[in-house]
């Protein structure tokens, strides 16, 4: 008994987090999802690496509790701002981010998180309503989830632009730890092998690289005890 006792001890509560609440193969109904998004001139984006499931206040709550910020919409006033912001050094929580499209429309919402006193790093995801709710018919959400390293040439435009970190796993990883604290998560799941294509390139010229995964959150329902 005592040894069983023990096992028990090891499977709840060491092995059994590591592997999370489950995993899934990849889902029928994201086979027809685009696995990468697209910039507005139609080069390739970032890819996508997070779903999340429940309804758009619920989204907007978790994200807050998270520690996350809204992104301002991009304009010439929030342009201006945070280009002043980076050269003056100063903290920007709702920056505005560029613009990506899936589905043939840009992200419905985008969310960051800063890091230190400028905007030029920070992190951040972009999230898209899926055309097809879960089981449970609460809305779903994919994004891409990315950190902005620095602010640079774009290698595709000779623009001034966010470059972007190539481990986008790791910001993946991250923004499930900030979900996760909330203790707003009802579950969790990884999608293995949602990516055949391992690496490539963003609209910017940045390389990214991942394991292939995509991880999946269901928000607890506000409705829940």
């Known amino acids: 008994m005592i040894i069983l006792g023990l096992l028990w001890i090891v499977v709840a509560y060491a092995l059994a987090p590591l592997m999370w609440d489950g995993y899934a193969r990849i889902d029928p109904a994201l086979d027809d999802t685009p696995r990468i998004t697209n910039t507005g001139d ?6 996508l690496n997070v779903e999340l499931i429940g309804s758009e206040q619920e989204l907007g709550d978790i994200m807050t509790a998270a520690g996350w910020y809204l992104a301002a919409a991009l304009g010439v006033e929030s342009d201006f701002k945070i280009a002043a912001d980076t050269v003056l050094s100063r903290p920007d929580d709702a ?88 203790g707003q998560l009802e579950s ?31 928000i607890r329902s506000a409705g829940a005890e």
Do not use: M
């Not at 139609?42 to 890819?47: L, M, S, T």
């Open 42 to 47: 139609h080069h390739p984006g970032d890819p």
């Open 95 to 182: 920056a505005p981010v560029s613009s990506l499209y899936l589905f043939g429309r840009k992200e419905d919402f985008a969310f960051e998180q800063p890091v230190g006193d400028n905007p030029r790093h920070r992190h951040h995801v972009r999230l898209w309503k899926t055309a097809s709710p879960d089981v449970d018919g609460r809305p779903k959400w994919i994004g891409s989830a990315v950190y902005d390293r620095r602010v640079g040439i774009s290698r595709t435009t000779g623009q001034i632009t966010h470059v972007t970190a190539p481990d986008v796993d790791t910001e993946r990883d991250y923004l499930f730890e900030c979900l996760e604290k909330t």
């Open 188 to 218: 969790q799941y990884i999608v293995q092998g949602f990516h055949q294509q391992l690496s490539g390139r963003n609209g910017g010229g940045d390389p990214w690289r991942t394991d292939g995964d995509l991880y999946r959150g269901v």
